[in-house]
């Protein structure tokens, strides 16, 4: 069977959390970063898991990754000052894959299906990454605020993770990457790989300010109450 590894990035600065870090904000009791390794582990798909933390951070993540458990989790290491700075570290951590599935720490409501979808869609070009397509009207401005123009919708996506990536893909991407990227497909786009695009998750939440924390809370809440009335 094709072996698949996992990157968690969790090494930001959470800047726009006021003084919180994200990743160990508690969310229904739990750090929120254990919310979303768990996702993988629960994941019959994924073979092995390299968290990449901030520096400050790395004792406090591995004593985590002993109190949950994980047994998927091979390293937790440090990141760097960029996100592709910490991927980078952490696919060189990896063991032998076949294919990779990288994601932001921040995300703790994904579910294993859009995993399961993200490498399906990823077997037909070696890339894939989820995204939702926008619905509101996109305006470009200056400096000042003021409105340039106003752009077309169409065919405009909001990227998500997992990106999932053939592992030789993604590493040469990393190998020949230049200048900086918001996310791992654009590293991918740069060589002329092909990246497909499937369905993302409106639950998919990324934490990124404190008002986020308590739509993911009320998402996880309502989802454990449905597991135990099952």
């Known amino acids: 069977m094709p072996r698949v590894g996992a990157i968690i990035v969790a090494a930001g ?3 726009r959390m006021e003084g919180v870090d994200k990743m160990f904000a508690p969310l229904l009791g739990r750090p929120l970063l254990a919310w979303t390794v768990a996702a993988f582990e629960a994941s019959s798909a994924v073979d092995e898991i390299v968290v990449a933390v901030h520096r400050s951070t790395i004792q406090q993540a591995r004593e985590l990754a002993r109190q949950e458990g994980w047994r998927k989790v091979s390293q937790v290491c440090r990141g760097g000052p960029r996100r592709q700075d910490s991927v980078r570290e952490a696919l060189w951590r990896l063991g032998k894959c076949d294919w990779v599935a990288v994601h932001d720490g921040a995300r703790p409501c994904i579910e294993p299906e859009l995993l399961a979808c993200g490498l399906a ?3 037909e070009t070696g890339a894939a990454a989820p995204g939702l397509p926008l619905h509101d009207t996109v305006k470009r401005t200056d400096a000042g605020g003021m409105v340039v123009e106003t752009l077309d919708r169409s065919g405009l996506w909001l ?14 991407a990393y190998r020949q990457a230049g200048g900086d990227a918001t996310d791992d497909a654009a590293l991918v786009e740069r060589l002329g790989h092909g990246v497909k695009l499937f369905p993302g998750s409106f639950r998919n939440i990324k934490v990124t300010v404190p008002a986020d924390l308590e739509a993911a809370s009320e998402y ?5 109450a449905r597991k135990s009335g099952s």
């Open 13 to 15: 600065a959470s800047q």
């Open 121 to 123: 869609a990823a077997r």
């Open 159 to 172: 990227i998500q993770t997992p990106q999932v990536f053939r592992y030789a893909i993604l590493w040469d």
């Open 220 to 224: 996880l809440g309502s989802r454990e």
